[in-house]
């Protein structure tokens, strides 16, 4: 492993009188809006502008015509006379149409009761497809709507194969290449706020989502230069993880009737009045003893809230696993097998995947502040009174 000194080297020489650096800096330096509000990989995001974009009642001003590109765009190449063509989306009245973000938890439905069509959009800029997702959002827009004809679109960075047959792949660059089409089609009718508008969301994509050749090729020079230098700024960059951890440490301190635990990155814990009056379990979990306590996972970019019995005294443990099996109404996972050293027997998620990446760390901390205010004032009275019977019980 290289001393200090020599990582000091690795760094002068990677920031000193480098061109390839500063180029690269004045690449990323150009300000754009959406890179300044944290657009780059929020899917949210994207599909805000995708439904602005291609709703023809929006403030842009084109009517349905981005709307019409985008249905040329998709729809070409297509040889099933069974289902839309392009020939039908140059005949379609799109004035019409609507067009939803985050309907019933999809991302964009596009929906014309006149011609009866729509377009389902699954988008995914970072995350992947999970548990059939993408048939259950098709079976479940064709039961509300089983008179449409449907257009099933999955809209990745590449253009990666869905693992439903029914949806077609779409990548972002020809997504982005329709914006361009409508920039240069349209250019008369824009005005001056919407042209930039729509370059700098291009800017965006190509920089940040599509591969830039010349961004590409200053990264993979600089890295072949300055190896040393760049592995040690990996080693010590930010830690999303770390700072969640962090967020949910300081929600604990700051809310009345919950006293801190052991905690670490991965696994962040509290007690309350309630589980410090049972007895002892054995320092194997934590340091304090406790025997029962809250702990909120935070792995895989999400955090679940759960209640858990640890090690301790076998029977003092069976006897809890029968008072808290006995109240399975308060507690969600009460029927569930007693196992010998940790037993989460209450739980459920706090924070999902989406908002876990894509949300600012100042959106997560009032996030994460609501969800402790909700507990205390919701859930926790509960809980804790199916505790203090279940400690009665004990003694």
Known sequence: MPDADERVEALERLIANNPDLERLEAIVADFNPFVAMGWTHQEIRHSAFLRWFLDPKETHGLGSY????????????????????VFDADTWDLDGTIVQAEWENTDLLIRNDGEQFLVLIENKVRTSEHSNQLQQYREMVTGH??????????LTPSGETPSDEEYQMLGYPQLISCVERVIERRKSQLSDEVRTFLNQYVELVRRHIVEDTEIQELCRRL???????FDLIYEHRPDRALEVSELLQAAIRNTPGLTPAQSGKSNVRF????????????????????????????????????????PGDAEIRE???????????????????LYSKWWTFHGRPWIGQKAY???????????????????????????????????????
Not at 223 to 229: M, T
Not at 288 to 304: C, G, P, Q, W
């Open 66 to 85: 981005p709307l019409r590109v985008f249905l040329m765009e998709v729809l070409s190449g297509g040889t099933d006379s069974s289902v839309p063509n």
């Open 145 to 154: 709507y089983p008179e449409h004809h449907g257009i099933f679109i999955y």
């Open 223 to 229: 890295y072949e230069n300055h190896k040393a230098a």
């Open 271 to 310: 007690s309350t009045d309630v589980l410090e009056e049972f007895p002892n379990g054995s320092d194997e979990w934590v340091k304090a003893k406790n025997l029962i306590l809250f702990e909120l996972v935070n792995y895989n970019e999400k955090v679940v809230l759960r209640l858990i019995l640890g």
């Open 319 to 337: 006897a809890i696993y029968n008072g808290v099996k006995a109240r399975s109404d308060i507690f969600n996972k009460g029927k569930s097998k």
């Open 357 to 395: 990446a894509e949300k600012t760390l100042d959106e997560l901390a009032e996030e994460i502040t609501l969800i402790f205010s909700k507990f205390v004032e919701k859930e926790l009275p509960d809980l804790e009174n199916g505790l203090r019977a279940i400690r009665k019980e004990l003694k």
